[in-house]
């Protein structure tokens, strides 16, 4: 906790406009929908994909009253008894106070960095001294600019020992980073490919990582990096590897049984042999830089050997899955301490497609009377409508928590009890540690899979969203497409989603699919594109916005809402400038707005068109004309009715190769789910459908395969049943080697027809065993090419009976 007047003292205002410098300050903020405790908060308006400043009203609202901002037009008069501090550069002024804040910090501070694996090491090590020390780790990958400066802030004498992960892309940003962290302890993980691309060499890229460790006294990393005379000289550096010279010597590796390693080391005078849960050459790199140090730490050999049995590979955090009785459930069991309980409290407030909110939350190691503290608080700020607490030691909570408690002994007691606990309808966040096993729990609330999954990354979709919105200049707005069941990612998921990140407007097919979000708490304005006469009172009683495409439904709804007497009602009036699909010809505008001027039951709120071919350098011209056409028919619309509306004609290819269409809202589709049309952009794959292997035989040259015999073999042949077939929405065209598949990262091709709700696969070349996990579209573009459609046809195809399960990570 500092006072406005102490952190003003820290970060280099240029000018201030104080209120009550004596406000102490428990929150760093910089993201308004974030905001919990505004009046102890500090907003930093960053300027981000976004531009921070203009989130001050909503931070205002929830009662934040210091701010700390850039830009001098801001008009004070508007918030009262508010502490405004001036700078040239807001996130270096909060860059400048976390270096300040870790300075307070007095004992260790390791800090890792490398190309890959720091967050896995960071996990890990705390993971292995926690019992014995209370360690502070930097949360998730909090590694960034951003991220250190949120992760020092949290640091506090509660602790032994802090870690803290640091990642640059560009060259300078360690200095940066460096700065603020002045770690004690140096950790190298490896030095690889990963984000090459802004510099110049390797060589340059290590000298930038290496930058991390200038005021380090001690640097832990693999000697066959052979940084040491690339350190200053008088650093003390603890190697492993396998060479004579080294601190800790690596004399053997061997594989044994089923997914583990035992690994053979000397230090000084002793020898030990550990057995490892891995085999994969990532983890072992890193498992290995972690008993070393350990080592480095004083640890003996045999009790490092104990510690690393509980250690496993850290997957499955934060997913979001579909729960029994409509309810949604998010599962984080592999860890529980305050800052990832924090963050996945965020997550869970973030799920707004449920109004009731259930935590389960397990004991956490090392809670003394401190942390006991600062979790009570923690949870007495919890808008909660329920919850279950698991282990004696959190009886203590009950008295922080406004809504109703359970508390259970032990996770057994917990499934015994859930057998009578009813769920439905709320999203349940599972949070406990490895140690109380909540994973069974979040298992048993998980509503039962059919075999075929779609899996929805959440996280690749707000990645996309950003790359576009990284295009537009500011002001113009954005409409999210989330017709067709969000192009068959899933509707309210994926719209909870969009509003979280406050895209502007959501546009849907047909009225029932915008019910279904507002049932589902989606409150954005939503545009429906082809209305239905029969769904009009659906519209008005959901506030869904139709699009008037025709003088048909025009007048259709003008007496419908004059029946209802209802006034001003939006509407949107799309223009055919092209497409020949719906849309009022450019030539039958003035008919419309003669219409339009006589009635006060409906508002034009938009006025849009859509392209044709914009991705097509063929079409140039043509697209051109329609720009044109557009554009003077909007004119022409606004003279004669005499108020202004919003025009928009882009969509995801116009984004990209039309500036000039951008108008005042640009409509994104087929980008956000990760289909980029053009190839130009990094944009993240989505979703992923998956299926299983059933069952795999060997069958002799000559025998058939499928309905009809279509599938010859012509060689003896291993053929794998999967679970997927037309019926799944897996094409029949895809049937006798046209489709291709992906099992245990090898690519083979169907043999035979396509079945309802299966089909065949020749693995006779590769590795492949029942139950292998298999991808059924390794390259969605390519699947489409090879059966003549577009990937949005194969997406949206996916049958609404293949279960969506959405993770963030
Ligand atoms: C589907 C659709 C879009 C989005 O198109 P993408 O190519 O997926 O970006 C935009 N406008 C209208 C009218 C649409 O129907």
Redesign the pocket.
């Known amino acids: 906790m500092y006072t406005i007047s102490a952190i003003l003292s820290h970060v280099h205002a240029e000018a201030s406009t104080i209120f009550d410098a004596t406000l102490p300050i428990y929150e760093l903020e910089y993201d308004s929908r974030k905001i919990r405790n505004g009046a102890h908060s500090l907003f930093f308006a960053l300027k981000n994909v976004r531009d921070g400043h203009e989130f001050i009203d909503d931070a205002y609202h929830k009662g934040v009253r210091s701010f700390v901002v850039s830009r001098v037009d801001i008009d004070k008069s508007r918030y009262a008894q508010t502490n405004f501090i001036e700078v040239k550069d807001v996130l270096l002024a909060l860059q400048e106070l976390a270096a300040f804040h870790r300075r307070q910090f007095k004992k260790p501070v390791i800090g890792i960095t490398g190309s890959n694996g720091k967050t896995v090491v960071k996990e890990w090590l705390t993971q292995l001294l926690q019992d014995d020390k209370r360690i502070y780790q930097s949360p998730k990958s909090y590694n960034s600019q951003l991220g250190v400066a949120l992760a020092l802030w949290n640091l506090s004498d509660d602790y032994d020992c802090a870690i803290i992960e640091a990642g640059i892309s560009l060259p300078g940003e360690m200095a940066l980073l460096e700065r603020m962290i002045r770690p004690d302890i140096g950790v190298f993980t490896n030095i690889g490919l990963a984000h090459a691309s802004g510099f110049s060499s390797k060589a340059v890229k290590l000298r930038e990582k290496l930058e991390l460790f200038k005021h380090c006294t001690d640097v832990i990393f693999n000697s066959s990096y052979a940084l040491d005379d690339k350190l200053v000289p008088t650093m003390r550096t603890f190697r492993y590897g396998a060479r004579a010279e080294d601190d800790v010597r690596v004399l053997r590796m061997e594989e044994n049984g089923r997914g583990s390693t035992q690994i053979q080391l000397a230090f000084q005078n002793e020898i030990a042999t550990f057995s490892v849960p891995f085999q994969d050459k990532a983890s072992l790199e890193n498992v290995l830089l972690c008993i070393t140090v350990l080592l480095y730490f004083g640890y003996p050999l045999d009790t490092i050997s104990l510690k690393l049995r509980k250690l496993k590979s850290l997957d499955m955090r934060l997913q979001l899955k579909k729960g029994k009785n409509n309810s949604s459930i998010i599962d984080d069991t592999y860890s529980n301490d305050l800052a990832s309980l924090q963050i996945a409290l965020d997550f869970l407030y973030q799920q707004q497609q449920h109004k009731k909110k259930t935590l389960i939350l397990s004991d956490m190691e090392g809670l003394d009377e401190k942390l006991r503290n600062k979790l009570g608080t923690l949870m007495e700020r919890q808008l909660l409508d329920r919850v279950i607490l698991v282990g004696s030691g959190l009886s203590f909570l009950k008295a922080h928590i406004h809504a109703p408690v359970q508390l259970f002994e032990s996770t057994e007691d917990l499934l015994a009890g859930l057998k009578d606990t009813t769920f439905e309808n709320e999203s349940i966040l599972v949070k406990g540690s490895r140690a109380f096993h909540l994973e069974d729990v979040s298992q048993f609330l998980s509503a039962k899979s059919h075999e075929t999954v779609l899996e929805i990354n959440l996280k690749a979709l707000e990645h996309n969203l950003q790359v576009y919105r990284s295009l537009l200049p500011v002001g113009v707005k954005m409409?999210a497409?989330v017709?067709?069941f969000s192009?068959g990612s899933g509707s309210y998921e994926v719209a909870n989603l969009l509003q979280f990140n406050k895209v502007d407007y959501l546009?849907v097919?047909f009225a029932d699919e915008g019910v279904e979000l507002r049932q589902h708490g989606i409150e954005l304005p939503i545009m429906v594109?082809s209305p239905d006469e029969q769904a009009f009172d659906l519209l008005i009683a959901n506030r869904l916005e139709p699009?008037i495409y025709s003088f048909r439904i025009l007048h259709a709804f003008l007496e419908f809402l004059a029946d209802k007497r209802i006034k001003g009602f939006p509407i949107h009036i799309?223009i055919d400038t092209g497409m020949h699909r719906l849309g009022f010809l450019p030539e039958e505008l003035d008919e419309l707005t003669t219409i339009l001027q006589q009635v006060r039951s409906v508002h034009v709120k938009s006025v849009?068109s859509?392209l044709v071919a914009?991705?097509s350098e063929e079409h140039r011209a043509f697209t051109e004309d329609q720009i044109r056409r557009f554009a003077a028919g909007a004119d022409r619309l606004e003279t004669q009715l005499g108020y202004k509306f919003l025009r928009h004609i882009a969509?995801?290819?116009?984004?990209v190769h039309w500036p000039g269409a951008y108008m005042d809202m640009v409509?994104?589709?087929?980008?956000?789910?990760g289909v980029d049309?053009d190839g130009r952009l990094a944009l993240d794959a989505v979703s992923q459908l998956k299926t299983t292997i059933t069952q795999i035989k060997r069958l002799p040259a000559g025998a058939t395969v499928g309905y009809d015999r279509k599938g010859v073999l012509f060689r003896e042949s291993r053929i794998a049943t999967v679970k997927i077939g037309y019926a799944d929405g897996y094409s029949r065209r895809f049937g006798n080697g046209v489709g291709e598949m992906q099992v245990n990262g090898q690519l083979v091709k169907t043999v035979g027809s396509i079945c309802m709700d299966m089909c065949m696969l020749d693995v006779t070349d590769i590795i492949a065993h029942e139950e292998d996990e298999v991808v059924v579209f390794p390259d969605l573009r390519k699947a489409a090419n090879a059966i003549g459609t577009i990937p949005?046809e194969l997406l949206v195809n996916i049958s609404s009976r293949v279960k969506r399960v959405y993770f963030y990570g």
């Open positions: 409409m497409m017709k067709a192009y546009t097919a594109l699009e799309k849009l859509h914009s991705g969509n995801t290819s116009a984004i409509r994104l589709g087929i980008g956000l789910y049309m949005y």
